[in-house]
């Protein structure tokens, strides 16, 4: 948890931070720190002087700033549906769109919060959540599919150039 309080609040009246916790948290923690120490000791660059990009892809996604061996930005936040697209999960998206939805289908915040997260993502995309299958229909010529990689892949280099942004200096993207 060394993510500083620009980075981890959101723009929402403090009390909501103070009496729930609404705050951005991160996941794959374990997992980004894992791949910062490795980068450290394969660039031989101790870690309080090294600043990475670090990128957990699988079918739950994550991008993270690390500066100095600290991770100070991460691209998911109170839950792990913000942030890069996933094999089910869409990421970034309108806050609204949860009250559009629920107006335009009629259904309740929950079933439409279960799609976001079950029903989204590549899989909403394509009809499909496994990378390599979606390569290989890509490949055959299935748009849908190869959308989905664009869109996968867009989205992960916004986050990088942002985290670019962010450190100033990047020794890696790893």
């Given amino acids: ?3 500083p309080p620009r980075a981890f609040h959101y723009a929402l009246p403090n009390e909501l931070y103070g009496m729930h916790h609404v705050r951005r948290y991160g996941f794959h923690g374990t997992s980004h720190h894992y791949v910062a120490k ?3 000791r394969y660039l031989g660059i101790p870690e309080e002087h090294l600043n990475l990009v670090t990128l957990h892809l699988g079918n739950g996604a994550s991008a993270t700033a690390v500066e100095g061996g600290k991770s100070v930005d991460t691209s998911m936040g109170l839950t792990p549906l913000e942030g ?3 094999g089910t999960r869409c990421g970034d998206l309108d806050p ?8 335009k289908i009629g259904r309740p915040f929950e079933e439409i919060e279960s799609v976001l997260n079950k ?3 590549l899989k ?3 009809g499909l959540n496994d990378m390599r299958e979606i390569q290989r229909r890509a490949e055959e010529g299935d748009d849908r599919a190869q959308l989905a990689i664009e869109m996968f892949c867009y989205r992960i280099k916004k986050y990088i150039g942002a985290y670019c942004a962010v450190l100033g200096r990047v020794d890696a993207v790893v």
């Fill in 84 to 86: 890069l697209i996933m």
């Fill in 38 to 40: 490795e980068a450290s």
């Fill in 1 to 3: 948890q060394s993510m």
């Fill in 124 to 126: 909403g995309i394509c």
């Fill in 119 to 121: 029903e989204s993502g």
């Fill in 96 to 103: 609204a769109i949860h009250f559009y939805l629920s107006r």
